[in-house]
């Protein structure tokens, strides 16, 4: 009889022990996993997104070619270079050359002396720099943009969002609309304590266009993608292929994981 009661006395305070333990080892295992994984340093705000192409150009006598990702995305969304004019988002891994330029491709179908500064002899060393560490008077000027914790420091979204900011998302088609596709969903963990991340189809496609992730880094089908999993996102593939390098950077745990605390 008195063991009964004891129990249903105690009931209670073993449904918050078992809470609280919980809670403490998905406290530990999110501690953990941030010491574990293994974070590619970060560089400079201003430095963020910048890639040093030198396949060719230094093998060919010049400088190798800074280019900043933050001087662009004011101005186009990512699917003007990476789907319109076939820029593969991996350095140094598109075939640009100096010849392919001139004839209006790559760089060139802006930078023909109209758009922006052409292929002319008084022109070359602003490309052909030998440097990634990007023009730090002008990332100075995108001070006013929305703040953000990490990268370069700016809300992207929030900017585009605004107004602040206009890309255009097409400089083939004139009347060009991104696929409106709200769909918002959340990427399960694979560790049951973990929080899941979160993915929406709009914002995305706001700057990107389907075929930037479809079918090569996810399945069209919720949960179909298999190894999604972090160490693979740190090497690159599936969200790592744009949010290591350009897209806010993968230390921002909560902006993807907003459940997650500490
Ligand atoms: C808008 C930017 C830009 C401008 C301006 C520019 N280049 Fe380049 N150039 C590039 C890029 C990008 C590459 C590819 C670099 C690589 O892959 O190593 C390149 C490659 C080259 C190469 C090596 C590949 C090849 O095709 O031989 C040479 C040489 C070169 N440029 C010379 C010049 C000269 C000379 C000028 C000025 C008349 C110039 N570039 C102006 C962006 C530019
Ligand atoms: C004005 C053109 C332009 C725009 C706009 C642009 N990119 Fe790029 N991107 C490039 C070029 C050029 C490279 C280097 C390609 C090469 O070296 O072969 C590159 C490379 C990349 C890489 C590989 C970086 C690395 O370090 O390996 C990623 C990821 C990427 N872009 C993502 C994006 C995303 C996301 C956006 C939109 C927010 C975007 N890009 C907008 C031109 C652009
Ligand atoms: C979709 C159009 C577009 C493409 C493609 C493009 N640019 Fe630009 N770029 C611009 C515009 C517009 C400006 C600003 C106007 C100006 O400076 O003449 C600019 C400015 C720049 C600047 C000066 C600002 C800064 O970032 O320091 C550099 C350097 C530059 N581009 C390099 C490149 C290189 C290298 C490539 C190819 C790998 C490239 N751009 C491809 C449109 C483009
Ligand atoms: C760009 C979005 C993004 C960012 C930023 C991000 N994650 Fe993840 N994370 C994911 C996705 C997607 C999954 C789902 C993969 C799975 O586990 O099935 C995931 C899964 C996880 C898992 C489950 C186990 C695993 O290895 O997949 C842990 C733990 C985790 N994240 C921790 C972190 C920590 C800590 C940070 C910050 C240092 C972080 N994440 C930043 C997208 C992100
Ligand atoms: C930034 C990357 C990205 C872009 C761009 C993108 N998707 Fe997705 N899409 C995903 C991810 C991640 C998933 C989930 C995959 C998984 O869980 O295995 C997904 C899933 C889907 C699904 C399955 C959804 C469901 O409810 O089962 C459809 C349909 C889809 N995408 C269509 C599109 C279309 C159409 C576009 C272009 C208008 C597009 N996606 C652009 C990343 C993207
Ligand atoms: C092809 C490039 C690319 C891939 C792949 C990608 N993203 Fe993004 N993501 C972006 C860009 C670009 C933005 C705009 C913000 C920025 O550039 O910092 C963004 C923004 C976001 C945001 C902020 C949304 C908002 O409304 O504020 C979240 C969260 C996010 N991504 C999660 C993910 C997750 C989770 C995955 C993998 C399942 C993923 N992304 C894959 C390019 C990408």
Same mark, same amino acid.
Request: aromatic share 10%.
């Given at each position: 009889?008195?063991g @009964?009661?004891?129990c &249903?006395?105690?009931?209670p305070?073993?449904?918050l022990? +078992?809470?609280?333990t919980l809670a403490?080892l998905a406290a530990?295992?999110?501690?953990?996993?941030?010491? =574990?994984?293994d974070?590619?340093?970060?560089?400079k705000?201003a430095s963020?997104g910048n890639?040093l192409?030198?396949r060719?150009?230094?093998?060919?006598?010049s400088?190798?070619?800074?280019?900043?990702?933050?001087?662009?995305?004011?101005?186009y969304s990512c699917?003007?270079?990476?789907?319109?004019?076939?820029?593969?988002?991996?350095?140094?891994?598109?075939?640009i050359?100096?010849e392919?330029n001139?004839n209006?491709?790559f760089c060139?179908a802006c930078? $023909?002396?109209? =758009?922006?500064?052409g292929?002319?002899?008084?022109?070359?060393?602003?490309?052909?720099t030998g440097?990634?560490?990007?023009?730090a008077?002008?990332?100075?000027?995108?001070? @006013?943009?929305?703040?953000?914790?990490?990268?370069?420091k700016?809300?992207?979204?929030e900017a585009? $969002?605004s107004?602040?900011?206009?890309? +255009?998302?097409s400089?083939?088609?004139? $009347?060009f609309?991104p696929?409106?596709?709200?769909?918002e969903?959340?990427?399960? &963990?694979?560790w049951?304590l973990?929080?899941?991340?979160d993915?929406?189809?709009?914002?995305?496609l706001r700057w990107? $266009?389907?075929?930037?992730c479809?079918?090569d880094?996810?399945? =069209?089908?919720?949960?179909?993608t298999e190894?999604?999993?972090?160490?693979?996102i740190?090497?690159?593939?599936?969200?790592? &292929?744009?949010?290591?390098?350009v897209a806010?950077? =993968?230390q921002d745990?909560?902006?993807c994981?907003?459940?997650m605390r500490g």
């Open positions: 009889m008195g @009964k009661r004891f &249903a006395l105690r009931m305070g073993a449904g022990w +078992i809470a609280l403490f530990i295992a999110v501690v953990a996993q941030s010491n =574990i994984f974070l590619p340093p970060l560089p705000p963020y890639v192409i030198d060719l150009a230094g093998t060919e006598g400088k190798a070619v800074g280019f900043s990702h933050w001087s662009h995305r004011t101005r699917r003007v270079c990476h789907f319109e004019l076939d820029f593969v988002m991996l350095a140094n891994a598109s075939e050359t100096e392919a001139r209006g491709r060139g930078h $023909d002396g109209q =758009i922006a500064f292929h002319t002899d008084e022109h070359c060393s602003k490309c052909h440097s990634s560490k990007g023009n008077k002008q990332f100075k000027k995108l001070r @006013k943009l929305p703040r953000a914790s990490f990268g370069n700016i809300d992207w979204v585009e $969002d107004g602040m900011v206009t890309p +255009i998302a400089i083939l088609e004139p $009347d609309e696929f409106p596709f709200k769909e969903f959340e990427v399960k &963990a694979a049951i973990v929080p899941p991340a993915f929406s189809h709009n914002s995305h990107l $266009d389907c075929s930037n479809h079918p880094l996810f399945k =069209i089908e919720q949960e179909a190894n999604l999993l972090m160490k693979n740190l090497q690159g593939q599936f969200c790592g &292929a744009c949010h290591l390098t806010f950077p =993968i745990c909560k902006r994981h907003t459940k």
